[in-house]
């Protein structure tokens, strides 16, 4: 993992814990935990929600196109998606 | 020692059909010192925030003697009209009636307040009509931001049914749908194209210089502000104060989560004489 990705890995985890108000449920995630179907509070409101936070804090656009069950399959698919529009 | 408030419903006739809103009073002088008009955001932002913003109002009320009108806008919550039938335009029309049947009470407007959307709202009131103070809850002050939110929430409602994946509208069909005239339903709602098209023009930043009134700007997040906020407000000194106050999404979240902390630092806010 480059260092790039694990900053994205604890930074996404507390947005999503912030965002979602999931308290030490969100401090437990790691990158296998699941999201999508998984997290009862990500629902599709939570996602375009979040999608919006996610652009906002990493200064990045989101393709819609990437608004896919695999990007949010686990908190560790997200980070790679959010690592990929990082890197130039 | 704290008195205990109550509903206070309002109907009352607007330029686009009836309107409701509803404020908290004490119970023995349902009559409050000052009135606060509030903005709700939209669909079911404005449903999961209803809780929370009834709180803020009984303690706005209990503590401050102050009520917080929360206004449905025409085609919105409990008041008359179609969704199919709402602009922009009409709902700027509808926060100005409402002003003006809080004057008709004989009750002083203490400002106006608007979460997300309804803070462009709120803003585009004070620009029309003198205000004492506008507070901004987490504002949304570009139209097409809430519009890419609406759509990118309706592909997201796709995700995860059978094998559909190749299948999910995308983002472009979804938006040259509403362009082409066909209403979107998107968790229970359906936006109406005219709406949509109105929403992609919002763009109110330029009212924050619209208003003489002093307007109080609210970040939830619990990160800092990016940098262009505090640039923003940067840009406009002696108007716009930001305050940072991480608290809870709860135009998101859908179990109303603690929000104390959020309700006092607005009650203090508002009770605060300028």
Redesign the interface.
């Known amino acids: 993992m480059t260092a790039a990705t694990t900053t994205s890995v604890d930074t996404l985890r507390?947005?999503i814990t912030?965002?979602?108000?999931l308290g030490p449920r969100g401090a437990a995630l790691t990158v296998q935990s699941p999201l999508?179907?998984a997290v009862p509070?990500l629902?599709?409101?939570?996602?375009?929600?979040l999608?919006?936070?996610i652009e906002?804090?990493f200064g990045i656009v989101f393709d819609?196109?990437d608004?896919?069950?695999e990007t949010?399959a686990t908190l560790g698919s997200l980070v790679q998606r959010i690592d990929a529009y990082r890197q130039p | 020692m704290t008195s205990p408030t109550v509903p206070v419903p309002a109907f009352f006739d607007g330029p686009n059909g009836p309107l409701f809103g509803i404020y908290h009073g004490r119970a023995e002088a349902p009559h409050p010192a000052g009135m606060i008009l509030f903005l709700p955001p939209f669909a079911e932002e404005m449903n999961r925030s209803r809780r929370t913003v009834s709180r803020l109002a009984q303690t706005l009320a209990q503590h401050y003697d102050l009520g917080l009108f929360s206004l449905d806008p025409s085609g919105t919550g409990d008041s008359g009209g179609d969704l199919a039938d709402a602009s922009w335009p009409a709902w700027i029309e509808d926060g100005l009636a409402a002003v003006a049947a809080i004057a008709a009470q004989g009750i002083p407007l203490a400002g106006v307040m608007g979460l997300r959307i309804g803070a462009a709202l709120a803003l585009e009131i004070a620009a029309r009509v003198p205000v004492p103070r506008v507070v901004l809850w987490q504002p949304v002050l570009r139209g097409e931001v809430l519009l890419t939110q609406l759509v990118r929430q309706k592909i997201a409602s796709t995700l995860g049914q059978s094998g559909q994946g190749s299948r999910a509208p995308t983002s472009q069909d979804l938006h040259a749908q509403l362009r082409a005239g066909t209403p979107l339903e998107v968790g229970g709602y359906i936006l109406p194209p005219a709406l949509a098209a109105d929403l992609a023009l919002v763009a109110s930043e330029p009212l924050l210089e619209a208003t003489a009134a002093p307007i109080d700007w609210i970040e939830t997040g619990s990160a800092p502000p990016p940098a262009s906020l505090t640039a923003l407000s940067a840009r406009y000194p002696s108007r716009v104060t930001l305050h940072h106050l991480p608290s809870p999404a709860i135009w998101m979240i859908e179990e109303t989560p603690p929000v104390d902390d959020l309700v006092r630092d607005l009650g203090q806010l508002w009770a605060r004489v300028s």
């Open positions: 507390l947005l912030d965002a979602l108000a999508l179907g509070e629902d599709s409101l939570a996602v375009a929600i999608v919006t936070a906002e804090h819609d196109a608004l896919t069950e949010f």
